[in-house]
């Protein structure tokens, strides 16, 4: 499965961006998935997930309120929709897939991610 992230940018604190994750190669149906971010000098740190179905979800407490994952199976896409964003929300984003199931806390572990898109950048200007 190859994983193909896109939609970031500049954004002023406050406004919004969608994120979107392509998948090709898979049955990306199959897997679920999740958004990370990583900022300069930090480690990688999840920040949301969905279920296989997209009817479970999962979020980071720092963004809980302001962001929403979202999936479209029949498009093979996967959607990172953050409003009221913040400097602290600055970051490369990286989507990821896993054919596991169950455990939440499977959702927030990198290891457990069999797929990885290359990451886009989202910059937020104060």
């Known amino acids: 499965v190859q994983l193909q992230a896109s939609g970031g940018g500049l954004v002023q604190a406050g406004g919004s961006l969608r994120l979107s994750c392509a998948a090709s190669?898979?049955?990306?149906?199959?897997?679920?998935t999740g958004w990370f971010r990583q900022a300069p000098g930090k480690e990688r740190e999840f920040v949301a997930g969905?279920?296989?179905?997209?009817?479970?979800?999962y979020y980071a407490d720092s963004v809980k309120g302001r962001f929403t994952i979202s999936r479209e199976n029949a498009k093979n896409t996967v959607y990172l929709q953050m409003n009221s964003l913040k400097a602290e929300d600055a970051a490369v984003y990286y989507c990821a897939a896993g054919a596991f199931r169950g455990a939440s806390g499977y959702y927030y572990n990198t290891r457990k991610y069999d797929y990885w898109g290359q990451g886009t950048q989202v910059t937020v200007s104060s």
């Open positions: 190669g898979g049955m990306f149906s199959s897997y679920a």
């Open positions: 969905i279920s296989v179905n997209g009817i479970t979800t």
